[in-house]
């Protein structure tokens, strides 16, 4: 448990116990079972095969390409692979649902007993045990907006692969459940297996929430379905937990039950009592035969997987000495942190982690593009960060240059040379410069010769802004220390 959040109530503390089943879409060109595209924003029933439509007759056949994914999802949650695991079908009643069931693994799923680590606020590091990772078909969907009076059912999503991702109820707060959802999605980013676009329904959550007193046994649990927004899952569990709370301290009792959350009202609607596992009647699916694995398959996948979050993280720090705060940031998204090697193989690597982060992220958001939309690459960014590491131009003139080239693709050297910005090191020139600013100040230069020593950096940033960014700093406080303390 996070033992810092609790939720006071009228009788006292309240403890929060979480468990979450994320559905996440495959990345894969075909459906589980069929070879119909899988691809998101078709027009719709456009990629329906008669399987996907339940026409009679029609039998499902694995596709590989989504096996793999959901191994490489499990190895990378370091879960336990099972060799062996079953299709069984899962019966209910549902308009998007054309066959009256969903192919899914209940007993013997593909993998169990997985974990992730999470990097808590306070620095220390918590373990999420994962239950299981079973392999499933989706369910189509229904069209309510176009017309007032009719519902329209589209199947272009019908089968397409998920893999649902189940954990303990070791999530303790809102805050814990952002960071799993978050880390669990980069994760899937990172090998490649679901792209994580909530908005276009690729990661959907159920929530399970129970409250219980400190130290007291779990509560009973209920499930809010179907959230497709981080900030919605926090909202979400902060009013189910309150709501709880509320009823169990006016006296009467929590019984499980399947839940919505409005978003616009930030408020839990109920929807039905909640169902047991018999209440689908599962069974074994005659169409398909058991999924057997060979453990050199797993280990080939294992080999092939890429460095994962945390182990960039750990590489960065130690590589290029950088912090905690900066590498959280670099390792957000794989192209980012290989946008930042790249940056910082040919200049100085804290200087590049400043520079992207600040400047390079700040102008692409202004811009409303992406890294991969840069106009800046990360060559010509490192030509810009060794000028001013090597002198040639100013930290203050650098910006001015990198907005041109985020504006025109140019390059440092082209804009420094047309506009003739590189920083000057000719000391007759600085002399005089300073000389001005002392004559110019004579009242601050007594302040500094009677103590005031503080004044110092007000003629450097003085003599800076006399020579237009193009003093040399190092020339600059050389000879003021000179010229003050003689």
Known sequence: MNESYYIKGKTGLWEVAIGLELHARIISKAKLFSGSASTFGGDANTQVSLLDAAMPGMLPVINRKCVEQALRTSLALRAKINLHSVFERKHYFYADLPHGY??????????????????????KIKSVKIERLQLEQ???????????????????????ALMEIVSKPD???????????????????????????????????????????????LGTYCE??????????????EQEANRQINILENGCQIYKETCLFDPMKNKIQSMRSKEEAHDYRYFKDPDLPPLVLEQLLIDELN???PELPDAKKARLMSEFNLSSYDVNILVEDCTV????????????????????????FGALNKAGKNLSDSPISPKALSELLNMIENGYISGRIAKTV?????KTGKSAISIVKEKNLSQTLDHSIIENIID???????????????????????????????????????????????????
């Open 102 to 123: 969903q192919i899914t693994q209940y007993k013997d799923p593909i993998a169990n007993d997985g974990e992730l680590l999470l990097d808590l606020p306070n620095g």
């Open 138 to 160: 989706d369910a189509g969907k229904l069209l309510h907006e176009q017309n007032p009076y009719t519902t329209y059912l589209d199947l272009n999503r019908a089968g397409i």
């Open 171 to 217: 999530l303790s707060s809102p805050e814990e459940a952002k960071l799993y959802v978050n880390k669990l999605r980069l994760i899937m980013r990172y090998i490649g297996t679901c792209d994580g676009n909530m908005q276009e329904g690729s990661l959907r959550v159920d929530v399970n929430v129970s409250v219980n007193k400190p130290g007291k046994p």
């Open 224 to 237: 809010i379905k179907n959230i497709n927004s981080v900030r919605f899952i926090y909202q979400a569990i």
């Open 303 to 305: 080999n092939e997987l």
């Open 337 to 360: 942190a290989d946008w930042y090697e790249q940056l910082a193989k040919q200049s100085n690597p804290k200087i590049a982690a400043n520079w992207m982060i600040s400047e390079l």
């Open 402 to 406: 990198f907005a041109v080239m985020f």
């Open 436 to 486: 001005n600013i002392l004559i110019a100040h004579a009242s601050n230069v007594k302040k500094y010769k009677e103590g005031k020593h503080k004044l110092f950096s007000f003629f450097v940033g003085e003599a800076i802004k006399k020579s237009q960014g193009r003093a040399n700093p190092n020339v600059v406080n050389q000879l003021l220390r000179d010229k003050l303390d003689s």
